[in-house]
Structure formats: C-alpha cells, structure tokens
C-alpha cells in the first residue's frame, strides 16, 4: 500500500500562484508514476500533469494542454515528494485536486484508471 498525504490547497485570485505537495509513504518502491488529477464540481475528474523516474533520474512529464505553459510538476527523491506549481491560475482551474501513484509501467501518463493510489484531495479556489 502507498500512502499520499496533500497539502498546499487554498483561495487565490486569478492570476496567482499556488503550490501543492504529495507525500508518499508505505510500499513506495514499486511507483513507476506519480501525477495530479482534478474534479470540479458536476464534472468527471480529470489528469493535469504526472510524472515518472527510475532512480535518480526523473523524466519528463506529462500535462495536460489546459495547464501547459501555467503548472509545472517535480518531485523530491529524498522526501518521496510530488509538487504542484501553479501559476497565472484561472477560475476554471478550481477544483478539488487529488494526487495518485502508480505501480504500472509504461506511457501515456494520463490514464487515471492505472492510478492505483489516491490521496484525499486539497481544494483550489481561484476567484475571479
């Protein structure tokens, strides 16, 4: 089992910046990937951004093109930690975002049913 704890969620206005964190603990060292997804409220929640590594080496990630160019993902090995930077925030960007790890290999990243891990969730609102 993987544990992902999120924190970082809050208000902010449009235009500004939000960071969001992840940490993992438990059997962490089967997790091939590591991503954000996020749910509105009446809509199907959806992939904004992963990313994958072996080892020390971390790939590139994948987004969402809706996020492209705003948000940016990293993560910290030593701290088994994903983050979520997020700039020039929109009011369509508000959601309820939910971190989640998985254990299978392979691409595309944004495939939310091989997420076998999620997190409880941390509420973005963006005013406008």
């Known amino acids: 089992q993987v544990r992902l704890v999120e924190s970082g969620g809050g208000l902010v206005q449009a235009g500004g910046s939000l960071s969001l964190s992840c940490a993992a603990s438990g059997r962490t060292f089967s997790t091939y990937a590591m991503g954000w997804f996020r749910q509105a409220p009446g809509k199907e929640r959806e992939f904004v951004a992963a990313?994958?590594?072996?080892?020390?080496?971390?790939?590139?990630?994948d987004y969402a093109d809706s996020v492209k160019g705003r948000f940016t993902i990293s993560r910290d090995n030593a701290k088994i930690t994903v983050y979520l930077r997020m700039n020039s925030l929109k009011p369509e960007d508000t959601a309820v975002y939910y971190c989640a790890a998985r254990e299978a290999r392979g691409r595309p990243l944004y495939e939310r049913g091989l997420y076998s891990y999620w997190g409880q969730g941390t509420q973005v609102t963006v005013s406008s």
């Open positions: 990313i994958t590594w072996t080892g020390g080496i971390t790939y590139p990630a």
